[in-house]
């Protein structure tokens, strides 16, 4: 997360060079000023959508965890418009005095959404996994789900503290690091630490979510399919003695398994996306991080400099990940739109100003 590191190790002597750039290079650069805003303001409209449409009883699996991540994505966007918009636009304020603080703030916040993400998939694959549908209350009951969120909201912000303590400002836009960022124990124990709690748990995870949502997927729609069709001959050979009730409280049934297999289907596209979008930005710190350790070692051995193009290319690595994880936030709200009747209703009721409440009078649509 903290981009200064590449900034520093990219020319460690401080020298200008003249190597030719390659072309790829400078476009990504010149498209960057126009991307950057347009994801940010839209993935901060959205997710304050999403945040009021969750608020209302719209009732989804793992609900909780998913309107606390609206709440955080709002906050990570917004110091993303801090710490970014002011390089390409000189007109807007920079905070130069507490950029450092902003900065481990962004990590706090981008510790606490992977984790809340993760917490509210396995919520829903263990859901999934129970014999008799999605209505047991595992991770989300009230209780549960506070305690759980408090823990990673204080581990994401213990997680951020050493980034306070790394680096230093020497003027107005420069950073050096400290004596803390030069010891063992942030360069190899806090590293890996880091490493192994934001990428490969949530990348082993993620792979088994997949496989048991696809799994589980598979085996309740042929059991949904096969309930629908022994139902439907019931009612076929009874036809002299329909019972109207039933009839409408079978349809609402068949609703809420339409509406399970959606939300399975919705945390399975979240997590495709998260691969997709998510997982390039935490390599990328990963063997940047790796890169400059060794710019560090060749500048502590030698008195050459760098040419400084792979640390500039390491620059647009890290810009573009970190734009793709802003295009994963504004998309999240497409995804809940798609896979979410019931989202959809309580969208549709807030834009035509009506009392929003998503939830029937019957009381089997509370259950999803």
Avoid at 204 to 230: M, P, Q
Avoid at 267 to 281: I, Q, R
Wanted: hydrophobic share 40%.
């Amino acid at each position: 997360m903290d981009r200064y590191e590449f900034e520093t190790n990219r020319d460690p002597l401080g020298h200008q060079t003249t190597s030719i750039f390659p072309y790829w290079i400078s476009i990504t650069e010149n498209q960057m000023p126009y991307l950057y805003p347009t994801c940010l303001s839209s993935g901060i409209v959205f997710s304050l959508l999403t945040m009021i449409a969750l608020a209302q009883h719209v009732y989804l699996t793992s609900k909780p965890y998913l309107f606390i991540q609206s709440i955080i994505d709002t906050i990570f966007l917004i110091i993303g418009v801090i710490l970014t918009l002011p390089k390409y636009y000189h007109f807007i304020p920079t905070f130069y005095s507490g950029k450092i603080y902003i900065n481990a703030l962004h990590y706090a916040c981008w510790f606490i959404v992977i984790w809340i993400f993760i917490i509210a998939c396995l919520d829903h694959t263990v859901t999934c996994i129970q014999s008799n549908g999605y209505n047991e209350k595992l991770f989300c009951s009230p209780f549960k789900s506070r305690n759980i969120i408090i823990l990673i909201i204080i581990m994401g912000t213990i997680s951020a503290i050493p980034q306070i303590f790394a680096w230093e400002p020497t003027n107005e836009n420069t950073f050096r690091p400290t004596n803390l960022k030069t010891s063992f124990l942030y360069e190899q124990i806090y590293f890996w630490y880091i490493q192994i709690i934001v990428l490969f748990i949530p990348l082993f995870s993620i792979f088994v979510f997949i496989g048991a949502l696809l799994y589980t997927f598979c085996k309740k729609r042929e059991h949904y399919l096969l309930n629908d069709h022994d139902q439907h001959q019931h009612n076929h050979i009874s036809h002299y003695t329909i019972n109207y009730g039933n009839n409408e409280q079978d349809s609402i049934q068949r609703l809420n398994n339409r509406e399970r297999q959606n939300l399975s289907k919705l945390f399975l596209f979240s997590c495709f996306l998260h691969l997709l979008l998510v997982m390039p930005y935490s390599f990328v710190i990963f063997f940047g991080k790796l890169f400059s350790r060794e710019q560090e070692s060749k500048h502590n051995t030698t008195t050459t400099t760098t040419t400084g193009s792979l640390g500039r290319e390491i620059l647009i690595a890290y810009d573009t990940s970190l734009l793709l994880v802003y295009i994963n936030i504004l998309m999240r709200f497409f995804v809940y739109i798609i896979f979410s009747g019931k989202f959809r209703l309580c969208l549709r009721k807030i834009f035509t100003c009506r009392s929003c409440c998503c939830s029937s009078n019957k009381k089997n649509l509370d259950d999803v």
